[in-house]
């Protein structure tokens, strides 16, 4: 069982930056540990992620202006986002997906709003 809290988000102007945290309780290490996002009236899509190997894997739309990294020291995954527009604008979550098998854990969500 994992379980995760993110923090980081609120309001930022366009090309801004924030960097949100997700603290996992429970070991994560058998996990990819990611970062999806859903906007009103869209469905939730991937938006970064990363192996316990460090393999990333980025959507389109951040490639360039959004990192994803691992802390093992604090059993966290974070998003660093940078260059932020306003089509980022949505409710952020954590997710962990256990590589042995189908569990799948989400965060409670964080929000994004980029505006002037």
């Known amino acids: 069982q994992v379980q995760l809290v993110e923090s980081g988000g609120g309001l930022v102007q366009p090309g801004g930056s924030l960097r949100l945290s997700c603290a996992a309780s429970?070991?994560?290490?058998?996990?990819?540990m990611g970062w999806y996002r859903q906007a009103p009236g869209k469905e939730r899509e991937l938006v970064a992620d990363?192996?316990?190997?460090?393999?990333?894997t980025y959507a389109e739309s951040v490639k360039g202006r959004f990192t994803v990294s691992r802390d093992k020291a604090k059993n966290a995954v974070n998003l660093q986002m940078n260059s932020l527009k306003p089509e980022d604008t949505a409710v952020y979550y954590c997710?962990?997906?256990?590589?042995?098998?189908?569990?799948?854990?989400w965060g409670q969500g964080t929000q994004v709003t980029v505006s002037s």
């Open positions: 429970g070991s994560i290490f058998n996990y990819v």
């Open positions: 990363m192996s316990n190997t460090g393999r990333a």
């Open positions: 997710n962990a997906k256990f590589i042995l098998g189908t569990s799948r854990y």
